[in-house]
């Protein structure tokens, strides 16, 4: 598997900095578990950080920003420590099962996708919400959908963040497959149509609520609750 679409570096320096709620914290960090090229791009970010940190007068920085670090770290299970520079190379997935859930995933849904319990939204579409530990106005929640199926074209309210961990979709910006991650704002649209005969189960952090264009699209909103 080689990752192919990326976290924007926007999204790893609000990251590395602590600067991230949980919804979004679990997608970067399951992102991040799975693709090498993120996880060097981080601690680029996270070394130029330490040396703005050098020339800065220390009153300017806050208290507990070190802290804050230190638990995004911790909390995204990876051992930063052990990058080697082969790992600036688009990564080459080693996990043998692509039916594996991220760790920073499971302990909310378990271990294997094959574990999920899905509730159906619409035709073709299951829907698993995810019940956050904190306080968020931000959702995080995973798709699974049928092959073939196309989406309503939607924008968004804020920023979001698709993670695909089995199958694969289509839209304007390429094809999104397993490790790959869709770091949209509100000025992006699109349709993603599902690639291949597989479904495709997605992780989705987002901020705000989706914008469905069409009529169609506005009615099943409610329905569907993206
Ligand atoms: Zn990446």
């Given at each position: 598997?080689?990752?192919?679409?990326?976290?924007?570096?926007?999204?790893?320096?609000?990251?590395?900095?602590?600067?991230?709620?949980?919804?979004?914290?679990?997608?970067?960090?399951?992102?991040?578990?799975?693709?090498?090229?993120?996880?060097?791009?981080?601690?680029?970010?996270?070394?130029?950080?330490?040396?703005?940190?050098?020339?800065?007068?220390?009153?300017?920085?806050?208290?507990?920003?070190?802290?804050?670090?230190?638990?995004?770290?911790?909390?995204?299970?990876?051992?930063?420590?052990?990058?080697?520079?082969?790992?600036?190379?688009?990564?080459?997935?080693?996990?043998?099962?692509?039916?594996?859930?991220?760790?920073?995933?499971?302990?909310?849904?378990?271990?294997?996708?094959?574990?999920?319990?899905?509730?159906?939204?619409?035709?073709?579409?299951?829907?698993?919400?995810?019940?956050?530990?904190?306080?968020?106005?931000?959702k995080l929640y995973m798709l699974h959908i049928a092959a073939g199926k196309q989406m309503p074209e939607h924008g968004h309210g804020g920023s979001e963040l698709t993670l695909v961990l089995s199958g694969a979709y289509k839209d304007?910006?390429?094809?999104?497959?397993?490790?790959?991650?869709?770091?949209?704002?509100?000025?992006?649209?699109?349709?993603?149509?599902?690639?291949?005969?597989?479904?495709?189960?997605?992780?989705?952090?987002?901020?705000?609520?989706?914008?469905?264009?069409?009529?169609?699209?506005?009615?099943?909103?409610?329905?569907v609750g993206i």
């Amino acid at each position: 598997m080689t990752v192919v679409h990326h976290l924007d570096d926007s999204t790893l320096m609000r990251f590395a900095s602590g600067n991230v709620d949980e919804a979004f914290s679990v997608a970067i960090a399951a992102h991040l578990e799975l693709c090498g090229q993120c996880r060097a791009a981080l601690r680029a970010a996270e070394s130029c950080g330490g040396r703005l940190l050098e020339l800065t007068d220390v009153a300017d920085i806050e208290d507990d920003a070190f802290d804050r670090l230190r638990d995004h770290i911790e909390g995204s299970e990876i051992n930063l420590v052990q990058l080697k520079p082969s790992d600036a190379r688009p990564a080459r997935h080693a996990d043998a099962s692509e039916t594996s859930i991220p760790k920073p995933l499971q302990c909310y849904v378990g271990l294997s996708l094959d574990d999920v319990t899905w509730t159906t939204v619409a035709p073709g579409v299951l829907k698993r919400d995810i019940t956050l530990s904190t306080k968020t106005t931000n959702k995080l929640y995973m798709l699974h959908i049928a092959a073939g199926k196309q989406m309503p074209e939607h924008g968004h309210g804020g920023s979001e963040l698709t993670l695909v961990l089995s199958g694969a979709y289509k839209d304007h910006h390429g094809r999104f497959a397993r490790g790959d991650i869709a770091d949209l704002d509100e000025h992006d649209e699109h349709q993603p149509r599902v690639d291949g005969d597989q479904p495709c189960i997605c992780l989705i952090a987002a901020e705000g609520h989706t914008k469905p264009k069409g009529l169609v699209a506005r009615l099943l909103r409610p329905i569907v609750g993206i």
